[in-house]
C-alpha cells in the first residue's frame, strides 16, 4: 500500500473529525480517553486550529498518514519541540482498519527522514507495557528502550506502566537513506509502497 504524511491543515478538520470518531473505541483501548468534549465538533474545530498554530510556531509538526487516495489511515506527530536541545516527543495512531499492515511502521521511517531535515536531533517516545506492536515499531526503525516506569497506572482494567524510548540523530546521517532504512526512490518519492 501506498502511503504518504502530509502536514495537518485546515481543510483536513472534517475528515480527520470522522476518523477520530470512527476509531474512537479503538484508539482507547490502548490510549487513554481524550473526553467526551474532544468529540464535539464545535470543540474539535478549535482544538484543530490551535493545532495549526502550534505547527506555525515550529513547537510541532502534525502529520496526516494518507494513502493514495489522501484518505486518512492515522496520524503521526512530533510534538513539545525543545529548539535549544532540538528533541521532540513522538505520537502516533492508526485507524482499526490499517493496522497490521505495516503503516505505521513505514509512516515512522518517512517522518525521522522529515524531522531530520528540521534539525531534531533526538526524538522521544513513550508507549504502555501492553502495547507490544508500538514497542515493535519503534525498535524497528532505531529506537533504543530506554526504560520502563515503576509508577503504574490503570487503563480499562489493567494495570501499566509507561515503556520509554529515544532516538538519537547524529549530525553525520544526513538521509534515511545512508542508514538503509528506505530505498533511494521511497526517499524522493516522500511516500512508502510494500
Known amino acids: 500500500m501506498n502511503i504518504f504524511i502530509e502536514k495537518l491543515d485546515v481543510t483536513d478538520a472534517e475528515d480527520l473529525f470522522n476518523f477520530e470518531l470512527e476509531n474512537r473505541t479503538f484508539f482507547e483501548e490502548m490510549v487513554p480517553t481524550r473526553g467526551d468534549e474532544y468529540y464535539n465538533p464545535e470543540t474539535f474545530k478549535k482544538r484543530h486550529e490551535t ?18 487516495d489522501s484518505s486518512i489511515l492515522g496520524r503521526i506527530n512530533l510534538v513539545d519541540i525543545d529548539e535549544s536541545q532540538k528533541i521532540g516527543y513522538l505520537g502516533y495512531r492508526v485507524g482499526q482498519a490499517h493496522t497490521g499492515k505495516g503503516i505505521a511502521n513505514k509512516a ?40 520502563t516506569s515503576s509508577e503504574e497506572f490503570e487503563m480499562n482494567g489493567q494495570r501499566l506502566s509507561f515503556v520509554y524510548y529515544a532516538l538519537n540523530i547524529s549530525s553525520s546521517w544526513t538521509t534515511m537513506e545512508e542508514r538503509n532504512f528506505l530505498p533511494n526512490s521511497v526517499v524522493k518519492q516522500g511516500f512508502m509502497d510494500d
Open 51 to 68: 493545532l495549526l498554530e502550534e505547527q506555525v510556531k515550529g513547537g510541532s509538526y502534525f502529520y496526516l498518514i494518507k494513502d493514495k
Open 108 to 147: 515512522l521511517k518517512i517522518l525521522v527522514e522529515t524531522v531530520t531535515n528540521e534539525d531534531v536531533k533526538q526524538i522521544k517516545a513513550k508507549t504502555t507495557t501492553n502495547n507490544i506492536a508500538s514497542q515493535r515499531i519503534l525498535e524497528k526503525n532505531g529506537f533504543e528502550r530506554i526504560g
